[in-house]
């Protein structure tokens, strides 16, 4: 968090959810992380810009000094805002389930050296194709992507696809499934939604099927608010969606 009014709100924010701040860092001379973007009429993502420079000051030094309470937890999640020599010393020194977003297609390349260590990945078709190494044209293609991503140790991979759902496959089988109904206002934050709720149905023990299930419902509920983050978002309104 920098020093400025957006990192006043989000502490206030997630603070007020119960969310625990303590090991955050707190960098009143730098700006907070910033992200954005402008909607289509369709509310799709047209143009986007960031600053995460604020990024840089999670050192290895950083990350040993919290690693203890990491490896306290029951999960933890990372991206690849984070550098690749960061990404590499968490793989190496958490011992918890790990679960990784790509970001974009930029930065997706950071995690190919720790999918291995990966319990669950969820990335776009293009950060699969670019990872794989395979042109997803059809089920066929997509399938082999998925294929050599959990060649790499992966034990579960989501792969989604937009309009087209998403493939969830693990080392006994996959699934394409399509998307739920809903009435996109905003489809910034679907990506995160899905993520959250794939990392609570690996805890919850769900089946690969359920995870991406709930994942598309967390999906379908984030697109229905102007809030990158929907309100009305619980795990009763996941269960609910799905049925």
């Known amino acids: 968090l920098g020093g400025d009014v957006y990192a006043d709100a989000i502490e206030r924010q997630l603070t007020d959810m119960g969310i625990d701040l303590s090991l955050s860092l707190r960098l009143r001379d730098e700006h907070t992380s910033t992200y954005l973007f402008i909607a289509d009429e369709k509310g799709d993502m047209s143009l986007a810009v960031n600053d995460m420079d604020i990024y840089r000051h999670q050192t290895l030094s950083y990350f040993e000094s919290v690693l ?9 999640l990372l991206d690849a805002n984070l550098s690749e020599e960061a990404l590499r010393f968490l793989a190496e020194n958490v011992r ?20 291995g260590r990966l319990t669950a990945f969820k990335p776009n078709r293009m950060e699969a194709e670019l ?10 293609s997509l399938n ?6 959990l060649a790499a140790g992966l034990q579960r991979v989501f792969i989604s696809l937009g309009a ?18 809903a009435r ?4 910034t934050g679907c990506g995160d939604a899905f993520m959250a709720a794939v990392a609570r149905a690996f805890l919850d023990g769900a089946d690969l099927e359920t995870a991406a299930k709930r994942g598309l419902a967390a999906s379908a509920i984030a697109m229905e608010s102007a809030d990158t983050i929907n309100p009305a978002m619980s795990l009763t309104a996941v269960a609910e969606r799905i049925q």
């Open 68 to 76: 203890p309470t990491l490896n306290a937890h029951r999960a933890v």
């Open 164 to 181: 087209d759902g998403v493939l969830a496959a693990d080392h006994e089988r996959k699934v394409h499934l399509h998307n739920l109904p």
């Open 144 to 149: 082999r992507a998925a294929d050599t991503l």
């Open 96 to 115: 918890v389930p790990l679960f990784a977003d790509a970001v974009s297609a930029a930065k997706a390349a950071r995690l190919r050296p720790i999918l």
């Open 131 to 140: 990872l794989s190494g395979v042109t997803v044209t059809d089920e066929a």
């Open 184 to 187: 996109m206002v905003n489809t």
